[in-house]
């Protein structure tokens, strides 16, 4: 059983979900998937069935299942595997959590319901309490998306005395631009106690100056490396080298029309992994021709696709 004390730090990728054609779920790839993240891109760490990896669009059924095979792939080989079980009933997210400790994840995260919304602070922890007391042996994680959600309640609030309602509290994905509101849930963290997840990948960098712990997001996926690299300049206190691959990967992530929705984010992981990862399914919608043929001579004439032989019949898949 997964200890509460294992501190998940460093970068976790935003699993894609792969699909077939058919708007199935393949399954067939996790395993390359998994190579693909801890050998090409040095990122051990996973959150499954968040938002890159439409797990909302997932019946639950589906949900477990994609659980599972990421458990299953991932053992002795991936550092933690954290799973989203966040949905708008309270039950589903029980039942989700309960499976997630009984195959052997390393940790849960929620995002605040966000069709019937919780109106303040306690009401939304006695919604997230109920789902942690669901996997007592398991560390929590709050997935504050405010964009996504509409939930506005402010981080920094609901990390106040947070401990005391869910003793399993270990951390938080922040994937929001206010920095205030991240500075200040840094403060409260003075012991270091929680993992502080940051989760706008553009800004990492900033994020990193004010005290985040970690980093959760879709481009770690095929940016690990490079992000990779920023981490270890920063580490070093080298923030001009630092600085400059913040840009590239800014670069990477805009300048060349890379775009980073999901659906985008798939064509571009199928171009720079070889792994199909299909369309996204609806509401999204498929990457169109023009912007993965564009994208592929952008990252061929970035030498980004140098070490890996992209195959045509993937690039079907996903434009
Ligand atoms: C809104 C959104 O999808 N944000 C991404 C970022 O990684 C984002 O794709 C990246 O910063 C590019 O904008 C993550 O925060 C989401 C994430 O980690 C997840 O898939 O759960």
């Not at 990896?53 to 095979?69: I, K, N, P, T």
């Not at 553009?202 to 970690?214: D, F, I, K, Y």
């Not at 300048?255 to 171009?271: E, R």
Request: hydrophobic content about 40%; proline content about 4%.
């Amino acid at each position: 059983m997964a200890s509460p004390k294992k501190k998940l730090h460093g970068l976790v990728a935003a699993t894609i979900t792969p699909m077939t054609e058919n708007g199935e779920i393949n399954f067939s790839v996790i395993g390359q998937y998994v190579d693909y993240l801890v050998r090409e891109q040095g990122v051990k760490n996973i959150f499954v069935n968040g938002t890159t990896g439409e797990g909302l669009s997932l019946s639950v059924s589906e949900r477990r299942q994609v659980a599972e095979e990421w458990v299953t792939q991932g053992r002795n080989k991936l550092d933690q595997v954290v799973i989203h079980v966040g949905a708008l009933s309270l039950k589903e997210s029980q039942e989700l959590a309960q499976h997630a400790a009984e195959i052997g994840a390393d940790g849960i995260a929620v995002i605040a319901p966000f069709f019937l919304k919780p109106w303040n602070k306690d009401v939304l922890i006695n919604f997230l309490k109920e789902v942690a007391a669901s996997a007592p042996a398991l560390p929590f994680y709050y997935y504050h998306i405010p964009a996504l959600t509409g939930v506005k309640i402010r981080a920094e609030e609901l990390l106040d005395g947070i401990q005391d309602k869910i003793p399993t509290f270990q951390g938080l994905k922040f994937s929001d631009t206010d920095l205030l509101d991240f500075g200040q849930c840094v403060d409260q963290n003075h012991q270091r106690q929680f993992s502080l997840l940051f989760g706008v990948d553009e800004q990492l960098l900033s994020g990193l100056v004010m005290g985040a712990t970690g980093a959760v997001g879709s481009t770690y996926n095929y940016l690990g490396k490079k992000t990779n690299e920023m981490l270890e300049a920063f580490e070093r206190k080298d923030f001009s080298s630092a600085l400059n691959y913040q840009c590239q990967i800014c670069f990477l992530i805009y300048f060349s029309c890379l775009g980073f929705g999901v659906s985008q984010t798939k064509a571009i992981m199928t171009l720079v992994s070889g792994i199909p990862m299909g369309p996204p399914r609806l509401p999204l919608q498929k990457a169109t021709r023009e912007f993965t043929d564009n994208a592929e001579a952008k990252l061929k004439s970035l030498d980004f696709l140098s070490f890996t032989g992209v195959k045509d019949g993937n690039l079907e898949a996903c434009s």
